[in-house]
């Protein structure tokens, strides 16, 4: 097989070493070696065999084994994952250090430790509402002053003639706002690009994601959402505050910034993967209520995108960071709007209140609603498929950060024309009465007292067009203004998503659903002219939504509640459930959801909620990699040294174990060991000699870990000398003495139940005398995921 010649990444951003085919190595599912055992200088050390990489173009054959009658490469979805990622240390390593300090701690210091959980989640809550705040007020007034100037422009030379200066002042103040924020996600830090969702989809399901929470990431987003929602593109600033929250939560339960190389010397005890996760997952559920105005919706959005490791105090330290998320954002902008105490602004989007009376529906109605929750479907996998062959143009051809600057001009100043085309020939001319807010009316070619109504669409921020469709009066749009802004909204915001800039679909989603399903309720009232069931069609808006936004996302759970807590009527839950299951079910026929594209094109080893269907026959004997890499219990220094260096193997885990003096049986598994432990007892020099020869040798703690946390240093930065490479090193106080375990015929999916509910990264395969014969990780669970059809084509294969 030819080796890859393309590397993916989140930013579509490429570099020399993917040009020359020496970009980050990737794993394929190729059969799995014979165990054969190999013996050191000092002990016995297994080795996993090199796994060889693939081109993305390559046709792959399976051949048959002819002993166990199986193909010796089994096909999955994407054939490759990507080695630069490694799964989070959530399980707790209960070494003699860890259960020393627990035993020591009085019930007085677990309570001051559950305080402090408290605490954190409160502080996390009031930062992501002040960044909400900060968002949400800049962008009004950036968005508001561009508007203001484009306005009086355009009113200016409809008199005089000349609006083609009116659409160059348009482009060219996109174009300075998309700049900065392009400049900005494109050559400072290019994990900021997107809405970051995918991101932490990823942590939460257990994948560490470089530099995925950072403070620079966190400034860089903010900056780049402004940028992007004031330069006019088809974006949302809402699922920016997401990817926010989680960065907010990350640094704030760390007590100290990595990148600003200060340590306040608070949530020491928090600096380990297992309580960093559960904080980043109250900051997202914060950043979802902050979005949305929707704490509840916020906790089921870390539910649904987290593992199965959930507890009571856990999920009410997440709704306590929600609500107070929301109550922040609500409280500075009432004093923002010179209102006081009028928390009448529980989120970034307000989609308005949904009266009962004035927009109730009809059990008759249910059925037309299921129908336009397919429809979502489709129109929500044509969406994904659009954007997933641009995100392949883009990762092929635009992958320097220069061109994808260029990109993001050309997109701003091809919306800002688009736009103004649209306006310009429009004939919808409405009444400008005083039940219209309409924030910048442009009367154009309208007569007087009117305004345009295409304008209404475009000429606004995209929260605020959402709204408009929602609320405005019957007769506020017709059929042909809705249908052709539709068509081009739905094409920019496919061309804008994956862009080098910081930008959330939610909102261009819910503006593309709304156009539509309001364009739906108006031919639905056309048809029955007198009968008052179809009279407002802001209901058939807000059902559209839903439903592209569910065709596009595919959230069942979650969505129905951040729908539900954002209109602020409970009348429309079951419509809204229907409609999202159903887009869901239509939409997952033909493509995946939007955010699991980009999560296959980045080969992140994700791991879905269930194994395969099919998968029964799998046990962990194919699944495993073997032959391991162990250690014994008292290894030489020499021996781990080599091994750490060894850039073939790169491992992360490795198996401990212990040999019977005088005897010839096999050496037996004692316990589990990590590389990051290792670098730091190799820092420290904890050499068995050592600690002999310097009584007054201070014993390593829980703290030097933790403060080497989570930035470990190189092996490479580690010197060795040749006499300390001749020391032996004891493991037995630092390995995990009770790792989890499973038989070589457990079977696939209770293998993947064990990693997906208890966050594991590591599980070693034992045989009847607990002899190491394997080593299960993610990613050989992830490539063994496979797509809807490739186990059943599997079996057909072997018969």
């Not at 502080?123 to 002040?130: E, P, Q, S």
């Not at 307000?350 to 129109?379: H, K, Q, T, W």
Request: proline share 5%; with cysteine.
């Amino acid at each position: 097989m030819a080796n890859i010649t393309k590397k993916v990444s989140w930013s579509s951003r490429g570099d020399d070493s993917a040009l020359t085919g020496e970009g980050t190595p990737l794993l394929n599912g190729t059969e799995i070696p014979k165990p054969s055992r190999k013996l050191s200088g000092s002990g016995s050390v297994f080795r996993i065999g090199r796994f060889s990489t693939v081109d993305l173009e390559d046709d792959i054959t399976s051949e048959e084994d002819p002993i166990r009658g199986r193909p010796k490469e089994i096909p999955h979805n994407e054939k490759l994952l990507s080695l630069k990622y490694e799964s989070l240390d959530y399980d707790n390593i209960e070494n003699q250090l860890f259960l020393e300090e627990e035993r020591r701690m009085s019930p007085m210091g677990f309570r001051c430790l559950e305080i402090s959980r408290w605490v954190i989640c409160g502080l996390i809550g009031i930062l992501t509402g002040l960044i909400a705040c900060f968002i949400d007020i800049m962008v009004e007034k950036l968005a508001g002053y561009k508007y203001q100037v484009i306005k009086e422009n355009i009113e200016k030379f409809t008199e005089v003639g000349g609006l083609s200066i009116s659409l160059i002042l348009w482009a060219v103040l996109n174009c300075a706002f998309v700049l900065v924020g392009g400049i900005m996600v494109a050559f400072f830090e290019p994990i900021a690009a997107g809405s970051g969702i995918p991101q932490i989809k990823c942590y939460l399901n257990g994948v560490k994601i470089p530099r995925v929470v950072r403070l620079k990431t966190l400034v860089v987003k903010v900056i780049g959402v402004i940028c992007s929602v004031a330069g006019g593109l088809a974006v949302g600033k809402e699922g920016p505050m997401i990817h926010s929250g989680a960065v907010v939560a990350a640094g704030v339960s760390q007590g100290r910034s990595t990148s600003l190389k200060r340590d306040f010397k608070m949530f020491e005890y928090f600096r380990r993967d297992t309580e960093k996760r559960d904080f980043v997952s109250a900051g997202a559920a914060a950043g979802v209520s902050a979005a949305f105005g929707a704490p509840v919706g916020g906790v089921l959005f870390s539910l649904e995108e987290g593992a199965s490791f959930w507890n009571q105090m856990l999920t009410w330290r997440i709704f306590f960071a929600s609500m107070i998320s929301t109550f922040t954002l609500n409280f500075f902008l009432s004093i923002y709007h010179g209102k006081p105490g009028d928390l009448s602004n529980p989120g970034l989007i307000n989609f308005g209140r949904f009266e009962s009376d004035s927009v109730a529906y009809y059990y008759y109605e249910i059925p037309l609603f299921m129908c336009m929750g397919a429809l979502g479907g489709l129109l929500g996998a044509l969406f994904n498929s659009i954007n997933y062959w641009l995100t392949i143009f883009r990762i092929r051809y635009v992958h320097r950060p220069c061109l994808q600057v260029i990109e993001a001009l050309l997109v701003a100043a091809v919306t800002a024309a688009v736009s103004f085309t649209m306006i310009y020939f429009s004939n919808d001319c409405q009444p400008l009465g005083p039940e219209h807010n309409e924030e910048y009316p442009l009367q154009l070619f309208c007569a007087d007292g009117e305004y345009n109504a295409m304008a209404t669409a475009f000429f606004n921020t995209p929260e605020r067009s959402v709204r408009s469709l929602f609320h405005n009066q019957p007769g506020s749009y017709n059929p042909m203004t809705l249908g052709l802004f539709t068509l081009t909204y739905f094409f920019l915001a496919c061309w804008t998503y994956g862009l080098a800039v910081s930008a959330g679909v939610f909102i261009p989603s819910l503006l593309i659903g709304a156009a539509w399903g309001r364009l739906c309720g108006i031919l639905l009232a056309s048809f029955t002219p007198t009968s008052p069931i179809w009279a407002d069609p802001g209901k058939y808006a807000l059902i559209g939504a839903a439903a592209q936004l569910g065709g596009i996302v595919r959230m069942t759970l979650s969505l129905t509640v951040i729908m539900v807590e954002a209109t602020g009527n409970v009348t429309y839950g079951l419509p809204i459930m229907l409609v999202l299951m159903i887009a869901k079910i239509v939409g997952d026929y033909f493509q995946e959801g939007l955010y699991d594209i980009h999560i296959k094109l980045q080969s992140v080893p994700f791991l879905h909620w269930e194994a395969p269907a099919t998968s029964h026959w799998l046990t962990a004997r194919e699944v495993m990699s073997s032959p391991v890499t162990c250690f014994n219990r008292i290894e030489k220094v020499g021996t781990i040294v080599d091994v750490l260096s060894n850039t073939s193997t790169n491992h992360n885990g490795f198996p401990v174990v212990v040999q019977v003096l005088d005897s010839d049986e096999p050496a037996k598994l004692c316990g589990l060991i990590l590389r990051s432990q290792l670098i730091v007892l190799l820092k420290h020099k904890v050499f068995v000699e050592l600690a002999r020869s310097r009584l007054s040798q201070r014993k390593l703690q829980l703290k030097d870990f933790r403060d080497a946390y989570p930035r470990f240093p190189p092996i490479q930065s580690i010197h060795v000398s040749q006499d300390e490479r001749e020391c032996m090193m004891d493991l037995t106080e630092f390995m995990n003495p009770t790792p989890y375990t499973v038989p070589q015929d457990t079977s696939l999916p209770r293998v993947f139940k064990l990693f997906r509910a208890l966050g594991l990264r590591h599980l070693v395969v034992a045989d009847d005398v607990n002899r190491v014969i394997g080593l299960v990780t993610r990613k050989d669970l992830a490539r063994y995921h496979l797509g809807k059809h490739g186990l059943e084509e599997l079996q057909l294969a072997q018969t």
